[in-house]
Nanobody, 116 residues
Framework: QVQLVESGGRLVHPGGSLRLSCAASGTIFRIDRMGWYRQAPGKQRELVAAITGGGSTNYADSVKVRFTISRDNAKNTMYLQMNSLKPEDTAVYYC??????????WGRGTQVTVSS
């Protein structure tokens, strides 16, 4: 059984910063691609950023420069450093991971609220 657990979401003022974590646990041989998604009320889930096993990254245009995705393969953990947060970044943030030989898994999400 594999689990992904997100953490780090909270209320933050506009212009503030947060770091989200996504920890994978269970029977894991290798984690390939990992990604962060978000879903705001009334909107579709959208890709925020993704990172391959080799460290290549891609970002949504709306978060480029402000957000940085990274991973620690030894800890099976992925991070999302979010700077210069805006009210429109408010959403539930989810992580997913493609595990070699096992399939795709999702976490349950962590709420990020950007408000004054």
């Amino acid at each position: 059984q594999v689990q992904l657990v997100e953490s780090g979401g909270r209320l933050v003022h506009p212009g503030g910063s947060l770091r989200l974590s996504c920890a994978a646990s269970g029977t894991i041989f290798r984690i390939d691609r990992m990604g962060w998604y978000r879903q705001a009320p009334g909107k579709q889930r959208e890709l925020v950023a993704a990172i391959t096993g080799g460290g290549s990254t891609n970002y949504a245009d709306s978060v480029k420069v402000r957000f940085t995705i990274s991973r620690d393969n030894a800890k099976n953990t992925m991070y999302l450093q979010m700077n210069s947060l805006k009210p429109e970044d408010t959403a539930v943030y989810y992580c997913d991971a493609d595990l070699s030989g096992s399939g795709n898994y999702w976490g349950r999400g962590t709420q990020v609220t950007v408000s004054s």
